[in-house]
C-alpha cells in the first residue's frame, strides 16, 4: 500500500513561495497517477494539478494554469508542486493523492492520500 507524507507548505510572507513535496513510503509506480488537491475552508477539495506516468503527461486545472508546475522525481520517489504568483485565495490546505490507474479530476477517483499540508498566502 501507497503511503504518502507531505512537507514543505507555510506562509507566503515566511519567505518565498512555498513549494510541497509529497514522498511515498513505496514507489509509485509508472502506471499510477499523482495528483495535487487542495481544500479551502467552507469550500469542496478542488484538483488542481496531475502528473501521470512518471511525466508522461500533466494536466491543470484553470486556477492553477501558468502559476503551478507539478513535477516528479522518481529516484526520490517525490512529486513536488512548484507555486508561484500566489493569491489570497490559493490559501488551501493543499493534498497529495495517488491513484492506481490514469489521472482524474475527481478527488472521490484517488485512492491513496496524504494528511494534507497548510499553505496560507496573506495579502
Known amino acids: 500500500q501507497v503511503q504518502l507524507v507531505e512537507l514543505g507548505g507555510g506562509s507566503v510572507q515566511a519567505g518565498g513561495p512555498p513549494r510541497p513535496s509529497c514522498a511515498a513510503t513505496k514507489g509509485i509506480y509508472r502506471s499510477n497517477c499523482v495528483g495535487w488537491s487542495r481544500q479551502a475552508p467552507g469550500k469542496g477539495r478542488e484538483v488542481v494539478a496531475t502528473i501521470y506516468s512518471g511525466g508522461v503527461s500533466t494536466y491543470y486545472a484553470e486556477s492553477a494554469k501558468g502559476r503551478f508546475t507539478i513535477s516528479q522525481d522518481s529516484a526520490k520517489n517525490t512529486v513536488y508542486l512548484q507555486m508561484a504568483s500566489l493569491k489570497p485565495e490559493d490559501t488551501a490546505m493543499y493534498y497529495c493523492?495517488?491513484?492506481?490507474?490514469?489521472?482524474?479530476?475527481?478527488?472521490?477517483?484517488?485512492?491513496?492520500w496524504g494528511q494534507g499540508t497548510q499553505v496560507t498566502v496573506s495579502s
Open positions: 493523492a495517488a491513484r492506481r490507474r490514469g489521472c482524474s479530476t475527481r478527488p472521490d477517483q484517488y485512492d491513496y
